[in-house]
């Protein structure tokens, strides 16, 4: 498993939280993922055999949201 933190930007509350963990974890080869509000970091772990980065950043615009360069 490889890790990375993205910014996000518009985590505004819990919901949006889950949210982004939810569709994160849908996606195959994404293992913990862990979205913290005060902080705007998202914690990714994944297998970069199954998932790189533009996947995970794709997965969580598609949830609404987007991802600091
Ligand atoms: Mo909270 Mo976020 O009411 O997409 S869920 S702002």
Same mark, same amino acid.
């Given at each position: 498993m490889e890790r990375v933190e993205l910014t996000v930007e518009g985590m505004t509350c819990g919901g949006c939280v889950k949210s982004i963990q939810n569709a994160l974890q #849908?996606?195959? #080869?994404?293992g913990k993922a862990e979205a913290d509000l005060d902080s705007k970091k998202v914690v990714i772990e994944f297998d970069p055999a199954q998932i790189q980065r533009d996947g995970l950043v794709q997965a969580i615009e598609e949830a609404g949201f987007d991802v600091a360069a």
């Amino acid at each position: 498993m490889e890790r990375v933190e993205l910014t996000v930007e518009g985590m505004t509350c819990g919901g949006c939280v889950k949210s982004i963990q939810n569709a994160l974890q #849908g996606r195959p #080869g994404v293992g913990k993922a862990e979205a913290d509000l005060d902080s705007k970091k998202v914690v990714i772990e994944f297998d970069p055999a199954q998932i790189q980065r533009d996947g995970l950043v794709q997965a969580i615009e598609e949830a609404g949201f987007d991802v600091a360069a």
